[in-house]
């Protein structure tokens, strides 16, 4: 007597990976930057006389501080756009 096969068990719907973390290290590593590159930039100002060495450090937080925003910039358009898409998924019933 032969056993009859096991049935297949459905397979559950691919789990949906959301990238919250990643978004959040963006936005937040680049206000950071942003932040402390400005308050570099003032405590230099305050500090020294326009040395050179001053004027290298003051180029380079400068530089920080537009890297900083951008990287904010694109976090916060990163986590719209995660809204917009987990909504719209939500709306359609495919989540």
Not at 36 to 43: A, D, I, L, N
């Amino acid at each position: 007597m032969t056993t009859p096969p096991p049935t297949p068990t459905p397979e559950a719907p691919p789990r949906r990976a959301y990238h919250v973390t990643p978004i959040l290290i963006t936005l937040v590593g680049g206000i950071l930057l942003a932040f402390g590159s400005c308050v570099g930039f003032v405590g230099t100002l305050s500090s020294s006389g326009g040395s050179k060495q001053s004027t290298m450090l003051n180029a380079l937080f400068a530089i920080g501080f537009f890297v900083g925003g951008l990287a904010a910039i694109v976090g916060a358009i990163w986590a719209l756009g995660a809204i917009v898409a987990f909504f719209s998924r939500a709306a359609s019933g495919e989540q």
